[in-house]
Every structure is written in structure tokens, then in C-alpha cells.
């Protein structure tokens, strides 16, 4: 089989973007990534398309490729939720990989902040729960994640305070970044002494509603810079209503881990940069315990050693996650992707950390419902 690459990436500011729909939102992405690969718009020949709540069209990927001015050979949209961007990311590495397409560009751009209105957000996000026992009681998505929150540190002894450090290390990435939503400094005081969105989960352990896009190509040829090799990619699919969980030690994220790294040949202790959704604080400790870079409740210590800081072992969302870099839906999730391409090729500026070889991503979907991991090598 061919061998499939990361070749280049594009990324628009998170925030608020008035006047910017979400086609504008992924075509400045798309744009941007394709000048990154070196790449014109003719040699692509593979689209896969994000979905977004703010353009519900049936045939989303055609659409875009319609108004990009791109004619592909294989194109269609995706959900999976936050798993969206590295499902596609996954799908266009196999798609390469069979010699299917060549360039693959993966895309997502949203622009829920100044598109929708504050309740039909809630609303529609919180249809990922059950339609019969979770829904009807005013279950929204912080609600779901609280409860499993709550049980979760019942089980673990994590506390709020060590959820809270999450937030401050996310913030203080994001502080570097230029295009980041959320750049002001906070401390555990203020997230622990933030408003109160669903117990235990305060408003800064909650990411915020963003507009932004994010586009990935995914190649058969490296970019000339940089040779970074998807060599590992795994799913897992448990379950989709939090009323179904019954085992908080494996909500699917052990199983796709297990999954790509057994494709790649390689374990943990070869991992030098951690991507990891963070919807939540939560949602990240858990992340990161279920795929073992941490014992389980011991995150935030690890956290606290330096394990996760830029400089550590395992630099973890260098840009600063969704929690603080921004979440435009599914292009909140790819943008941990972006980043982690620009960290192993060594053009992220001012934050540049130093030289990584091995990535570990994952994303989940749902309230940690679908799951998806890769693994990035470079190789050069």
C-alpha cells in the first residue's frame, strides 16, 4: 500500500468572525492549506467535508467544492461529532493508501458564534443524547458530561482543583498563540471560582462556542520540508447515549488507541507530542488516562511534574485545545491536528517547542461516544 502524509494545513482565526459564513470559513482553511502542501487546486482530487449546524446541507462536500472551484474524483461529508476531523483525517490516509486519490483535503469550517443563536446551539448539540430518557429532561451537553464528571472523579479521586489545572495549562498555550480565541492568563482560583455551568463543571472548564475553519491535506508525496507519515489509525464505537455506559474504564478510548498503535509498531514510551480533544477538563483527564499516558485519576499529577508542559516529554495541545484556542465544531477538533503538523515540521513561531518525531492524536464524538486515534511519524 502507499504510504499516506500530512503535506500541509491551513488554519483561520477562532473568535468571532462576523460577516463569515461557514463555506468562507473552510475555503480560507483550504486556501491556506494548500499553500502550505505547494499544491494548485487541480491536483486534488479527493474532498471530504466536515458537517456543520450552521449549514445543514444534504450533499456539504460537493457544495464546497462547487464554490472552492475544485472538481474531485471522490468526495462526501462526515459525522461523527468531535470525532468528525480525524475520522476524515483517517479516511483520507486509506483513501491514499489504496491509491484511490492522491490529495485528499480534509475540511471543516463553522460559524457557530455569530450564526446561531445561543438556545438553538444548545439545543441542537444536545440531540447527541437519548431522544427518550435524556433529551425530555433538558439534557444539554455540559449536563451529560458533568454526570459523567461526577462519577468518573467519584471513582478516580479526581477532584475540581485538579480539573481546573487543565484549563490553566490550556490558557497558557494559548497565550502563545496569535489565532487563539482565549488568550488572557487565568489561574486555578479563577476556573474554580468561574460560574457554574452544570456541577462540577465550571465555565472555564467548558470550551467556548467558536467560528473557524481548518483544512488538512493528507497526500501521497511528503511536503518537500517535512516528511510526516500517518502510520497508525484506530476506531472505537461502544456506545452513543451516556445512559448506556456501564464501564468507566473503557469508553472506547483504550480500544482505538490499542488499534493504532498496533498498526504503527509502536507503544507509548515512543510518543514525544500529545494531541487530545478537551471539550471539557474532563474530557481531557480522561482522554489522557484511558490511552495511558497516565494512570488512572493520576493526569493532573502528571500534569503538575511538567509532563505536559511545552517543554516536557509529552507536549500536550501545544495551541491551547478547544478549551482555549476555540471549538467551531468539527474544525475545533482538526485544529489539534494542524497544530501538531506545524510542531513536527518546526514552523510554529513563537511557541515552537523542540524537534518532536511521533504524535499521538485522539478525538471523541458524542459524550465520549466515538473514538479515533493516529499516529504521525516523521521520518526525515
Sequence with gaps: MNTSYIRGAGTTRFGRLDGKGALDLMAEAAEQALDDAGLARAEVDGVLCGYATTLPHLMLATLFAERFGIEPSYAHGMQMGGATGAGMVMLARELVRSGRCRNVLVVAGENRASGQQRDNAIQTLAQVGDPDYEVPNGGSVPAYYALLASRYMHESGLTEADLADFAVLMRANASRHPLAQLRTPITRDEVLASKTIASPLKLLDCCPISDGGVAILVSDTPHPACDLAITGAGQAHRHQHLTAVSDTHNFGAHDA????????????????????????????????????????????ARLRDGAFAPDGPLALNTHGGLLSFGHSGVAGGMSHVAEAWLQMSGRAGDRQISPRRRAFVHADGGVLSSHVSLILERRD
Design 257 to 300: 488507541a490499542q488499534r493504532a498503535f498496533s498498526e504503527a509498531g509502536r507503544a507509548r514510551g515512543d510518543i514525544d507530542y500529545l494531541a487530545i480533544y478537551d471539550s471539557f477538563t474532563i474530557t481531557l483527564a480522561i482522554l489522557l488516562e484511558e490511552t495511558g499516558f497516565a494512570p488512572r485519576g493520576g493526569s493532573a
